[in-house]
């Protein structure tokens, strides 16, 4: 399989502009990485805000953390109903543990239609709580949400370790991009991006991502399997302010995307 290219075309990181500022290439795919706080932080109006930004971006697929399916907090699943409002989009929800008599975890919404669907779940080590990581495959590329221990890094590298060898052995000759979004929990430099970076090669910029809103740390990223098809990056950016959105109230994370072209 040939190595895999990475050819960063205009990877500059847009701070605060209005939403004409992110217009995405043509033909190009956009990805986007969006702590979403169980669409209820700050802003009650939740899954519509959500909705607002991923279109005001023209995303076409959307990591997802931090979602509640069918529990005493939000009874309702949450992946399916930001999908609905978005237009009929289709998704993934990656359960990572029970909560309040349902569940809580990671979700992928995708413009196209997914044409399989996998859970990895990630064992809680030394960390806070058992993780996982939603694996979305569309005609043309696999993406995949996961958000790693905030708590203990060094469980957080062996989360990383576990999912890099799932996806391998899924996906490392499928001749299909395998893209990687998620929360970290870990700065640039950290043992758990360390580990990341064994398997995978950061393609989204290196702007702090939180807390919103007045973000000082890096922590979410989108990264690309090594060893695939080529992969020209167009463009990525945190979008602090977006026309039309309060992205500040929106979560305690700023989104982040990466515009594609393969």
Partial sequence: MKKTLILFAAAV?????????YRKPNDSIRLLQFNVGSFGKYDESGIKTIADIVRALDADIVSLNEVDSCNRRHNSDQASDLASELGAWDCTYGRAMAYRGGAYGNAVVSKSPLVSRRLISLEKHNGS???SAAVAETEKFVFISVHLDYKDHASAALQAHQLSDSVKVWFGCSGKPVFL???MNATPGNEVIAALEEDWTQISCSEPTYPCPDAKKLIDYIFVLKGGPECKVLRSAVPYEVKGCNVDAASDHYP???DVKF
């Fill in 181 to 183: 979004a998620g929360d």
């Fill in 13 to 21: 990181a847009v701070c605060s502009c209005s939403a004409g500022k």
């Fill in 129 to 131: 709580e058992a993780r």
């Fill in 256 to 258: 982040i995307f990466v």
